[in-house]
Each structure stands twice: as C-alpha cells, then as structure tokens.
C-alpha cells in the first residue's frame, strides 16, 4: 500500500488518473524543502510528546539520508509515489520502518506542500535577485564607460531630441530597480509559515507553530488555517512580478534588436550572443534578444493561468490548487536562464559612437529654438508654432534647421537674434536638462552613483 | 562543425545562450514529421535536378533509418543538436555522409520547422477529435440509459423548474458538438503546405511544391512566403479551441463537483475516478474532476501566451516564433489525457434518482402556475405578479405550492379554477415543454437520435 | 412596478446593487435585435393562440412605434430600466397598455437576450467583414502599383534577401484573408437560434421555432435549452477572432513604425494619418498605427476576460453571464474605428524606393552565392560554409561581396567560375523565386490576381 | 488653431484618427489632478522666472476657474479636445489670454499625463483601502455575532471536519489584509513625480522638482526621465492588485452562492441583495454575489491588456501607452461599486445554524478517531487506515460513526477503548484544534482581536 489514503476504497484508481493526479514529475523539486519541513515537523512532534526522542531522532537522521540521496542523484522515483510528500514517507519508511508513519501525525499533505513551495521561494528569490543585480550592473558599468557617447533620444520612434547613450542605459536601470523593490516586498508574505494548518481546521496537537516558523526560517505565522492551506496569493504575485519584470527585459530587446539592424547600427551584439541562419550564410540574427523578448509571452501566460484556475474556486483546499507549481517553476527556470544572458549582451556589446552621431539630425534641435523663443519672451505656444514653420521651410529647402540663415529665422519671428544658431548644439542642448533625472551629463552622473549606491548596498 | 550555421562567425555562442536557444528539449517530437517531410522534399530535388536519383535514394533511405532509430529509442540526441532539424541532418550525415549536406538546399528550418508542426498536428487532431467524440459518446449513453430521471433545473444555481436529468447530460454533448465543428474547420487552416518558402523569400529552384503537397497530404499551398514561414495563426486557432473546450469541460465539472457533495447528493464518482486524504480517513474526493476544472488555467494561459509572442512582432520569421511549440505540446498532452479521464467519470457515474427527486421542490412549479394563468386570459406580466404572492403566502405558511388550497389561490386570482392543482405536477411541467430542444421526453429522445446519428457520422 | 419581477421581495434592492445588475448602460444598443425579436415572437404566439390577431397587432405596432423612438433618439431610459427588454417592456405598456403584459408568455429574458445578441451579431458581421475586405483591398491596390519597388527582405529584423515591396504587402492580404474565411466560419455558429429556449427548460405553449427562425434570419436552431440560455461560444469565437486580427494589425503597424523611421526611411505616413508632438515643433508620429499595435492588449483582454468568465460557471444560466456584452462591445468599436483608419494609412502612404534601394547591401546576395555553388555540384552545407567566410573576407576588407574579385572567390573555392558575378544581383536573386509564393515578379502577379478574384466573389 | 501641435502639418488629421487618438472621452476625469499639475508647474515656472508673478497669478487663478467649471458640470468639452490637457490649455487661453500659451513651457503631454494619472490614483487608494477595510469589518463584526455556529469544513467540497462558520468568515478577512498589505506596498511606488522630465529628456529650464514634488504630495523623483515618460508600473501593479483581490470575491462569492443554494441552505441573502426572474415568480438569486464573481473576467482582462500592450514596445513614450488608462478607470469603478456591495451581503446575510449543524454528518470526526488511536501509540499513517476501515464498516451499515460499538470499533483494533465515543464530537474536535489559526474558539477569538486592532489602525 504505497499511497497514503485508500483505506476506504474498493477500487484501485484509474491508470490514466493516477497519471493525471500524480505531480511527481514537477514537484519532485521541492524535495529539499520537504524535507527541512518534515525535520522540523519531527522536532515540534517530539516536543508535544507524539515522537520519543529516538523516534524523532530515527526520522531525522532518516530524512538526511533520504536528502542525500536525493542530492546524489540516486533516488529511485517510482511509478506509485504520487508526490514528492509521498515518495520522501516511502522511502524513509523502507529506510527506518515503523516510526516513519508516525510523522504525518497532524499534518496534512495540505499544509505540508503550502509550506514547501514557500520554502522553496525563499531559496530562489535571492537568486533571482542577484540575477537582476547581475543585469543592474552591466547597466551601470556600460553606462559609466560609454559617458561621452551621444544618441537621438526617440518618443514614437522618431527622432525626439539628443541624449547621452548612458541615459538611455540607466532608463532601464530604474525599471530593474522597481523590479526589486516588488521582489523584498513580496518576499515578506513569502515568509508566512502555513505548517500548523492540518487539512483545513488547524493541529489538534497543539503543536508549537512559532518554533517551527523559527527553526525553518520563517518571519510569521499564517493567522488562519483555512485560508492558509489555499492561499497562493505568494505565488501569483512571484508571478505577475516576473510579467512586469518581462515588459521590462522585452523593451530592452526591442530597442536593442532595432539599434542593431543595419539600419540603425548604434550597436552590435558579441558573436557569443548571435546565431546564424542555415541558409543565409551573412546573417547574424539577435537569437538570445528575440527569446528575451518572445518570453514574455510564456510569463504572462503563467500569471493568466494561475489567475484563471483561482477564479471562483470554493474556498479552502481543492485540488485545482495543484496547477500552482508548474508556471511557477517554469518562470523561474526561465528567468534564471534568461536574466544572465541578457546581461551578458549588455556587457558584450559594441557601441558605434559614429553611427549614433550620424543619425543626431537637425530635427532634434527644434525644441531648443522654441526654448530660446521663450527665453525672448514668446510664449512657449507661440514659439512651438513659429518652429513649426521653421521646420517647414528647412524641408522645403532640403537643409537642416542649422542652415537657416539669421534672416530666414527672423523672416518668421523677430524675436530671433543674431545668437540663434548657438542653441543648435546637441551637446548644448543634453547639458541643458540638468534636473534630477534629466540627461545632462552631471545628473546622468548623479544617477549612476545612486545606482552603485543601491548595488553596493 | 554541428552548427547548420557558423562560417561567418568569430567566436562561439554562450553556453548559457545555447541552453536558452536549443528546442530540442521539446522539439525532438516533431522527428516524424521532419523526417517525412525531408523525404519528400529530397524527392523533390531529385525531380529538379539538384540530387541524383542515388543521391535521392540514399538520403531517403538514411532519413528512414534514422527514424527507426527514433521509433526504437535508441537515437542519442548530441549537447550540439540544436533543434530536431539539426540533430535529423547531423544523424543522416553520420549514416550516409556527403549527400546529406545537399538535403537543405533551397530550403530553411523557417519553411521546414513550419511544416513540421503542421504535418505533426494533422496527426494529432484526429487523436483530439476521437477523444471528444468518446466523451461525447459517454454523455449519449447515459442520457439514453436514464431517461427517465427527474431532477430539479437551475438558474443561478438557485431551483428553477423540473428537467430531465438526460437534459443536462445532452447540454454538455451539444458543446461538445460546436468544439467539433470548430476543430473540423481550422483543420482546413491547418493543411495549408509551407514548405517552398525558403527563409522568406521563396525557393529558388523551382520545386514543385504541388507535388510535395500532393505526398504530404496537403490541401493547399501557402500563398505567400514572407507570410508563411511566421504564420502561427493555425496554432493559435488550436489554443483557442482548447481553450473553450476546457471552459465546456470545466463547467461539466463544476456541476458534478457540486451534484457529488453531500449536500445534493445526485451522483457519485466511482472509486476509479476519487482520491483519497493523507490524513482524512473518510474522504472521497472529486480530484479527476477538479483537475479538469483547474486545468483550464493551463491552457487558457498558454493561449494567451502565444498571443502575447506574437503582438508586435516585425513581420517574417522572429526567433521570439520558437515559442509556439512548448505550448501546442502542453496543451496537447493535457487534453489527451484529460479527455478520456472525464468519459471515463461519466460512463462510471452512479446516479441517486431519489436524492434528485427529493430536491424537488414544490417551487419549482410556480411557473406552471403563471403558464396556467396565461391560458386564462390573464396577461403573463399580471400572473407572474399573482402567483409571485402564491409563494410568499406558501412561504408564510411554511408551506410548499401544492399545499395552497383552491381558496387560498383564488382569495389571490379570481382566475384560477378548482382543476389548479393538476398543473402541479413535475412530470406535466416537464412534458409541457416538448419544442425542439425542450426537456420533454420526446424532445430528449430527438436530441438523443441526433446525437447518435452524429456520432455514426 | 416596473421590474419584470418582484412579487415574492419584501424589501426594494440595495440602489447600489441596482447600478451593479443594471445592464442598460450598455445592452441599449441591442434595441432593434430586442424589438426585431419581440416583433417575431409576437407573431409566433399569435399562431399558437396565445395573443388574439388583435393583440397581436397592437404590440407589432406598438414595438414599431418604440423602435422608432429609438431611432430617432427619443426614447427616454428610465433610472428603473434594468435592461433593454425591461424598457422595451415597459414603453409598449405605456403605449398599448395591457396586451403589453402578454409578450413576455413563455419567453425568458435568458432567451431574449441570447437571442438579441446573437441578432445583434449577424447585422455587424458583414460590417467587420467590409472593413477587413477594405484594408485587403487597400493592400492589393498599392501591391499592383508599385510592382517594380525592390526592398530588403529581413528575417530576426536583419537584412536577409531582396524581395519586392509588393511581396511584403501581400503578405498581409493573406493573413487577412486567413481572418476572413475564420469569420465565415463563425457565423454559421452565430446563426443559431435560442429563442423558444425559455429561462432553461423549454417553451411551454408548443411555439414555432421553425419559424421563428426563418423570420429571424437564422439558418439552425438551437438544439438544448439548457445549453442554449449560457452558450456564449460564439462570443468567445467573435474576441478570438478579433484578437487573432488585431495580432496581424499589429505586425503591420510594427513595420510600419520601423519602416517610417529616419533610419530606415522606406515609407511615409500622410499627415492625415499622423500627429505632432506638444513640446516638440519637428515631430510628425505615427499615432494611427501605434494606436492599432497597442489597441492589441484591449482586445486579448476582451477575450481573457470572457473566458476567465466562463471558467467554472455552474450550467444554464448565471449572472455572470452578462459580462458576455462589454468585452464583446468595445472590441466591434475598436475595430469599426481602427481597420479603415489602418486601410487609410496602406491608401495614403508615401514610398521611397531609394531608400529601399539603398537599403539593399551585398551581404543580401550571400545566398545567390551558395546556390551558385549548389549548381556547380557543392553540396549546400559545404557552400554555406564557404560563402559565410567570403562574408566574413568581405568584412575585414570593409568591402560588399560584389567588390571581391574572381581570385578572392577562388581562393575559397574552386568551384567559383569567371561568372560568379553574374549572380550578384538584387532583380535576378528575386526574379529566381519564383514558385507559387515566390518573391518573383511573376508570382507575386499571380497572388494579385488570386487576391482581385477573391475581393470580385 | 486647437491642436498644441500642427505647425509644421500641410494637412489636416484624418476625421477617423480624431476620434480614434481622441483621449478626452475617458480622460476627463484626470482634470482636477491635471489642473492641480499645472497649478504648482506655474509657480515652478515662476519660480525660475519664466512666468513673471502677474502671469503665475493669473494662470492659477484661470485654472481654479475652469476646475469650478468641471466641478459644477458646465465645462462644455469642444469637439477639438483632443484630451484633457489640450482642453484645459484651451479654456484657460479663452478665460486668461496670452499667459495661458506659457504655461506648456518645458512641460509636454509625456510628463504631465504620468503625473496626472499619479496623482489621481493617490487620490483613489485611500477610497478603494477604505472599501476593503469596509468589507473587512463586515467579515469581523459577522464572526464575532455568530461564535458559536458550527458547520461543516470542506476541501474538494466534501465534508471534511468541523469548524466554526466564524473562523470561514475570519479566513476572507486574512485575504482581504493580504489585499492592504499589497496596495500600502503599491502606493510607494505610486508617489514618485514624472513631472519635469519633459517629453523624454528632463526639463531644460531648471525647475525644482523637489519643490513640485512637496506641493503635489509626491515622496519621491523619478530618477530616469526616458523611463519616466513610458513607466507604466504602477498601473500594472494596481491592475494586478486588483485582479487579486477580485480572485479573492469570486471565491466569497462561490462559497455563499453554494452555501445559499436550496441544497446547502446555510445562509440566506438579503432580499436587497438578490433579485428576481422574469418568468420564475418563485426565484431571488444571488445577482450581486454573480456579478462579482464574474466581474474577475473583466478585472483579469484588464490586466492582460496593459501587458498585451507594454510588451515589446520601443523605450522612452509611445502612444500605445494611451491605451493605460481605460482598463485603469474600469477597475476603478467596478471594485468601488463592488466593494460596498459585497459587504453589504455579509451584513445583511442571514444565517441558519440549524442546517449547518444537519450537515455535519458523522464522518466529519473520522480524523478524531485517527488522532485518538495516535495517542494510543498507533502511528498515524496505520490508524488512518484502520478509521478508513471503520468509515466503510458504517457505510455498510448504512450508520454513522457514532453508530458503531465499542466492539466494532475493537474488532478493528485492539487499540480502541471504552472511551472512543468520547471523540466523536463535533465541538471537542473543533476545540481540539487550538494552535494559533486554528479552529478553536479560542484561537478565532485570538484572530477576531488581532483583526479589530489592524481595523483599529
């Protein structure tokens, strides 16, 4: 008898069930988890006196053999361990005997998986947070090394007006920045031990909760069983932060993979990031930006199916609850892979300074005479218009706005002066926007030392 | 040299970057259709010139060679098979070498991996056709075996009037029968033959893709190369398609869900189709059913997945189109699964006539009240009113409707008779309501016949 | 009293929840559909004795009189119309007085409405199907005008080969053609009729939905009541649909975007299509074609939003149900608007074959070069290989692949005859593909007469 | 001349587009935010002197007025309102004259709408937390009224042990603190000021953002201004909060939907809160507690439009970003006429203990037996199956477990004793269950206490 209910059955369980039922294939993950929880379980279970100590001493050290296997890659799954709960208890049961079914005394596979995934999420939010760190830095590095480089800054794609290269860099910074934020907020209602919980009404043997969430590293107690052992509220949040963190890494693709074509040409990806076609033999296509950027598909997938199966769920457990764990690991192993790869293109990739300036076009100094209008006087309304015609008349000359003569500038307003053409200097007019978080050099500069600031931490 | 690409490049890719960017993890499924497809396309190449015959024989006889490996098992996927297309050619070449390197002339994994899935799904969709049919089969059956079970209807889940406990199990065929209609129609989207395409552009030596059509059970040609080797809209209709369906499936589920607690106690689930608790000795729990319900999350995220991959996307072949694959595969396997699981909960479902028959209420009859009005003369609007102050003073009393006296519903209406009692009756009010596709027994019969007629198609 | 129901309530409804239930804010543009379907059924119960010819009459014209009210904006809603059938309802009472009470005999709201959308649907249909038809004839149209414009073809956004402009604009033809023949399919599910359906079980007085639905324009009728009142499948279809369409919209609008810029510089939007910036006088943006990119995200909701509705929804008929009409609304606003403003964007757009031309860089002829090599007898993989380093010689030379000499290509392999340069030309490499869905002038001929005939039906 | 753009347009914008960028439909509602923007943006202005004192006066005073006008409803908003800002801008130029043209000076649209959209939402928080907190207190003040009530627990909706209906009601109000807990995190984030990063580069006249920060009641600057023109975070993370937390409602709503079902018959909802059927004179159903089940479609699609929408877009502001703020404003008003609805249900709700307590069927205490064969020394995992066997005993009896002697109970193992019917009841075993989160009175006391202090705040 290998499952842990069935007493009251007459029939064995459908093959095809049981291979729908089982979630031994993704959940066998949590075995570490499982384990630390159930060493501590045995602990608290000895302490109100249902284990003597050298039953809870046999299970311990059993679960660390178990553990060991698990670590050597030597334990056996078999076909009847419906999940990773059942197959630890098989398998301590073979190593230890009788004392092993001795441990499921006043837990539930119900609060016992609740506090597995949680367990698990605090071992893998640090890495996570490292990874986006990871792409922090290369942001920031690229950023410093590259301060003299100028670009066109666009709004709808179209040239807007100049910026520094290493304002563009920090842009994403900050969004990374937020990322992180959400992530130390939400790793507090991680921290929430559901053990204690039962099935649904709570432990009938006044189990010490507060010393199990100390011993596993937890910094509260869940304050309701019922709800406990049916919240996934931890895990659509992971979820729906990792589909903003995914917004954020598919722009960064977007803008990359465009400042990449041949169009463009601001930059180059490192070959190591590139892959080639089969039958094109020039092409070096940006593979691991597409992905980055494609993968934002898979994630929000995830947050909607999570969202989907919550909805209208009777409370407490139902088993639809089990759909929890799979878009869960398949986002994490998505951005653990991903995360580092894009920092890796950001590290490698090479900046064409010329090509940036060449595309810096007169357009983009347009909003520098309608300052230097305001500054005269003109209302900024005004001046906007009056610029407007200025622009017209440079493309009906086929010149750009820095080949208008002083005359051709007043013809259109006098309040034009001889000291026009001053204004229409890319770096004059990034060094003009000096408020904090413009672009001018001091307050881009001021940004990446607040950046090391939080990356030193 | 592994790669299908490379010449151009300096340096190798990332090893984290070939993880990300591999497919074989979960292409390697496709090998069938790759293989069928590249043999047809060597034989197209014959036919144009650009293989021998000994050539073109000896290439398909090595492409069949490694098929039979895959068949068998043995076939050892390499750390350097990028996708299914690489490991197949690298194979074929290790069997038959030089020839091999001419199989991809003219032709790009753009156009073959879009045949690939392509070819894949018009084998997997009659296995998804059969599978609603068996589960529409299971509902005929039963409707057909208990035609005369009597249970109160719903709105809002609140008693509504009396059906044939056969009428709700046909509700759910006719869903059934609109996802089959639908399936039937995107397979003609499906059938639409890409390979020609090239990357983009179209090949350039003249094949003949009406034959390959012809060999590869193909309707239709592409009509548009730059269109062909990025449209994924057959995949999206088929996510789609799943997507609905488990919203039909999930709703079934909820009703049995809820006939099966204690509280209605219209059905049971047999023991086949239950799970026990880990720590509830007495549970029987409904869990192949709220998988059913819960995995609509699953698939309506994968929907939006592809969805989400595909939103502003440059036109022509993107990496981010990689992405299409893990979702068709997952929302394939879950349905293959859990399709035959839900025919086999119906055909062993037991039945409680007499629980169905208790919740009976007399309730359910005041609209057989109001109808009766109606046939006085009396406006429905004023009857509904009437007898709504029928079941307030039934309510009062404590009463149920048919223990209303005749002078009770008079000092109401002048209109009702001494013979109002003969319309409270659940049999009558169902026979009354014998149009097509009410649940009169006739009407249930014709649905019945149509359904079988259907399913003999 | 002007509520549909009420007798059984002691208490009025919380005036908030009145606004949370009420539906006329939205479901009044169902008004012709309601009253089209109110005119039939009071038809069908003449027939069957429930109405007198004179009843029957006075509410035909009655519901006439009402319809034109609405027609001509003077039909006043009142804060106690709960739905559109409740004002309908109500006027013809106020217009007709009693025979008004009669409609409603053995009809539902849960019918009506079902029906009433449904209706609705059949007459925007054709309007969606116009519009499609117009942007694809937009797309046609520019296609024959501009048959000899060459362009790059890219695939991962770099440039891949040379194709005909008209290509890549044909290649959208198809992906609406693809939306086209969804939407023929839809309908046939749309053309079902409910009526006669009641609130689950069936009409009681023997109605003719035969006929009904012959007055109605539907083509089949429903075949389950139960089903019949919370089938929303063809709704869900319709976003589906929608949101299919609107992926393809948005890859249009994407190269477009990019196509438009300074950098690439192929195309220009009419300043009709355009809008400039508040701040920056040179701006001219692409709103329109940002908006349709962005106005993807709303109509992908509209579908999650329904589905996510439906998940788990006991059978027949429940509240939620009427969050079918929002989702369903805006997106028929959303793509009335959008599709002629995107077809007028494709009529008024400006092209620059220079900047295309000049877009046209050598490495695009590298495949020219291995299927130069494929006829000299090379295999394709090892002519891929050789080629990818005269790229890469190219690349150190700072030189195009057309500038390396006889001796250069010899060096890399014999094969390379005197000619090789004879294959480095952008109309030949074109002119080559020419397959069914070929780049080739002639194919792509072949697709604008296919498309002109379909546009002819 | 309207437009706060056009000088350089030969054209004017197409009728189509006008409506389709039209903004002012759905954005009015920012306008005290936006005056009150542009309030402190004049002094700012006058500050660095570009307005002089006069002009600042005369703008704020302009300002104020035309808020009067919104506030009073004779604002008439002119077909060439493009959005609310162009509006504002226009009237004041029409109340102000010349000076109302300086007030865009170094301020676009990009940076004015973030901070309006801000500025409105730190407006909304405090009304949506105060409806949750409503909702909360409803929960409270029930569970503290009904202490007593026993009823069953379920999970997978099967009798599973008994609990108290105040500790169901208690474990939605730990939902709903989770639910604050996220939207005090979220609003940090929202208080971060976007103005005077200009169209995308940071405002070129020196502005002290701090001071603008401080009037507006902004904590924080934006640090990046291209990241603060397109950031729509915060947007995203009230749209998810909300999506939540309505996943929270769908399953208080499920749970009450069953639990006042004619089956269960546990509660009964206040005739206020229901309605009533238009054919069934005898229906109320739970319309309000439907709706706002299904309302979690609508909220979850919304959600899914924003990511739809973000996904992939170029950096720095597009005009998809427009499409922000109408799934925002829908949220809005669904929670806000939701909330209070809700809460008025669990107020109101009536409540039967005596069908509760006739649910709790003998099974129920099958864990009691469990767990007092545990304290005999049985291991749990062997006394679950013996109590299994004890429940199939009774089932075949056709009796309860109480049913069952001391000899029965004895003939399944030695273990039992005289006192085992001494478990079998529903209030020991709930008191049994007195960890914290536990069923036990005491311990829902224990959460009833905690809850009053956090609503004590």
Redesign the interface.
């Known amino acids: ?1 290998s ?12 093959t ?2 049981e ?3 089982a979630s031994i294939g993704f959940d066998w993950r949590l075995y570490a988890a499982d384990i630390a929880g159930s060493i501590a379980y045995a602990r608290a279970l000895e302490r109100v006196g ?1 284990l003597t100590t050298d039953e809870a001493m046999a299970i311990v050290d059993g679960l660390q053999a178990v553990k060991a296997e698990f670590d050597a890659g030597t334990f056996t799954i078999l076909p009847s361990d419906e999940d990773i ?1 059942t197959a630890v208890e098989r398998r301590l049961g073979e190593r230890i005997g ?13 609060d016992q998986v609740a506090t597995d995934v949680r367990l698990y999420l605090l071992g893998q939010i640090p890495v996570l947070r490292d990874h986006v760190r990871g792409l922090q830095r290369a942001l920031v590095d690229k950023a410093e090394a590259h301060l003299g480089v100028l670009m ?12 520094l290269f290493s ?2 860099l ?6 990374l ?2 990322d992180v ?2 992530l130390d ?1 939400l790793t507090r ?1 991680v921290a929430v031990l559901p053990l ?12 010490d ?2 010393a199990l969430a100390a011993e596993l590293g937890f910094a509260r ?9 049916s ?1 996934r ?1 931890c895990i ?2 992971l979820l ?1 932060w990792a ?2 963190l ?2 954020h890494l ?6 990359l ?2 400042y ?5 040409g601001f930059v180059e990806l ?19 930006l ?2 980055a ?6 994630v ?24 929890d764990k ?2 869960l690991f398949d986002t994490l192993d998505t951005l653990e ?2 995360l ?2 894009v920092a ?1 293109v950001i590290r490698t990739l090479r900046i064409h300074p010329e090509r940036m300036a060449a ?1 810096l ?1 007169d ?2 100094l ?2 520098e ?3 230097y209008l ?1 500054r005269q006087g003109v ?4 001046g ?9 008349l440079a ?1 009906e000359r086929g010149c750009g706005l820095r080949d208008l003569t002083v005359d051709d500038y007043r013809s259109l307003s006098p309040y034009f002066g001889d000291d026009v053409h001053g204004v229409l200097d890319f770096r004059r ?2 060094e ?9 050099t001091a ?1 881009v500069k001021a ?1 990446i030392e ?1 950046a090391k600031a939080l990356l030193g931490e």
């Open positions: 008898m499952k842990l209910w069935g007493g009251r059955f007459d029939k064995p369980t459908d095809l069930l291979r729908f039922n249902i709960h009788a004392p092993a079914g001795k441990l499921h005394t006043g837990r539930s596979r119900n066109p800054g666009y709004t709808h794609l179209q040239p807007a007006q100049p910026i304002h563009w920090m842009s994403f910074f900050w969004m920045q937020r934020e959400r907020d209602r204690g919980s039962a099935a649904l009404a709570g432990n009938p043997f006044g189990i909760r507060d107690l869940s304050e309701n069983s019922l709800d406990a052992v919240d509220d659509a949040e729906f589909a903003l995914q917004t598919s722009r960064l693709a977007e803008d993979i465009l990449a074509t041949a169009e463009f490192d070959d190591a990031y590139s892959t080639g076609s089969s039958i094109m033999p020039q092409k070096k296509n940006p593979d691991s597409e992905l950027r494609g993968k934002t598909g898979r929000v997938g995830n947050l909607v199916a999570l969202l989907t199966t919550l909805k209208g769920l009777p409370s407490s457990y139902d088993k639809d609850l089990q759909e799979e878009p892979l991903e580092p790869i890796g595309a076009r357009d983009l347009a909003t005479l309608a300052d305001v209302p900024f309304r005004q906007h218009h009056i610029v407007g015609q200025a622009v017209r493309g007019a990034i003009q926007r000096s408020v904090p978080g413009g672009t001018a307050a940004q607040a």
